[in-house]
């Protein structure tokens, strides 16, 4: 069985910099999280003493904190400074954009439309730099948009790892429901090309693998869109996950792997899928 990567996988720019952060600041904790990655998490544990809080009430004062990746709401970002902690923020620069953007037009009088999940950390990140002067809707469905009443003006942005295809379909839609609207294209780049790649790979694959933490949004989309081009498509989180009786009358299998997840992950399973061999 031939086996072969996608062309564009695995550590994107916004997650390479959170892990160099994060190794050069040991002995800290991060709150949330850091990436989307359990195996990742427990590497900068076990190598540099990175804890990890899940609530703000687990942090005590005057102590070292690293910001994940998806950012944090605006208000807890506040009370972490108000407590004397360093702060050192790993937010990616791809979600600092909207957080920006919604601020500003916010500001503006615009009402806010969030194209993502509503439980994400990163869609609850954005949310919280809305002003009080306006509303803030996140949708995640075309049908969503028709509970929408009174809204004129708005500005739009998406999550990070969303596909723009889709997002573009809710750009459409509020066009013909509102007098004015602002579009501001939040999707990284880095997703995109991943997306692009895995579907180009699973068209031509009898068996797709994808490789990512199962909470994290863009490994869900690789595997979405694997499994659209590729039945036997399957997510996993590491090697100890794959089953031999998956590669039965295979003849060429494609492997893609999620923003968050590392490379030695990644060629653990290749190593795994090479032993069936």
Same mark, same amino acid.
């Given at each position: ?32 999280? %850091? ?106 469905? %075309?049908?969503?948009?028709?509970? %929408? ?93 794959? %089953? ?34």
């Amino acid at each position: 069985m031939k086996i072969e990567l996608a062309s564009s996988y695995g550590f994107c720019f916004g997650v390479k910099r959170a892990i160099k952060i994060a190794e050069e600041h040991p002995n800290s904790t991060t709150y949330g999280p %850091l990436i989307h990655n359990q195996d990742e998490i427990n590497r900068l544990d076990k190598k540099y003493n990175i804890s990890v809080a899940s609530k703000l009430s687990e942090i005590k004062p005057n102590s070292q904190i690293v910001i994940r990746t998806h950012g944090i709401p605006k208000d807890e970002f506040t009370i972490l400074k108000s407590q004397n902690n360093e702060l050192i923020d790993a937010t990616c620069p791809y979600v600092t954009t909207p957080q920006q953007i919604v601020e500003k037009m916010s500001g503006e009088g615009y009402d806010i439309i969030i194209f993502g999940d509503k439980e994400h950390p990163e869609i609850k990140s954005v949310m919280s730099y809305a002003t009080n002067k306006c509303r803030v809707f996140v949708v995640l469905e %075309l049908t969503e948009l028709d509970n %929408l009443h009174h809204v004129n003006k708005v500005a739009v942005v998406s999550q990070t790892t969303r596909k723009p295809e889709d997002f573009a379909k809710i750009v459409s839609k509020l066009i013909t429901l509102c007098k004015e609207v602002r579009v501001f294209n939040t999707i990284c780049n880095a997703t995109f090309e991943n997306q692009d790649a895995a579907s180009k790979l699973a068209k031509k694959s009898d068996i797709m693998i994808v490789v990512g933490g199962k909470h994290s949004s863009n490994t869900k989309q690789l595997h979405a869109i694997s499994k659209t081009n590729c039945s036997d498509s399957y997510l996993i989180e590491n090697s100890e996950e794959i %089953l031999a009786e998956w590669f039965k009358g295979k003849l060429k299998c494609g492997i893609t792997a999620g923003a968050s997840t590392p490379d030695w992950v990644v060629q653990d399973v290749i190593k795994k899928i090479k032993s069936f061999s």
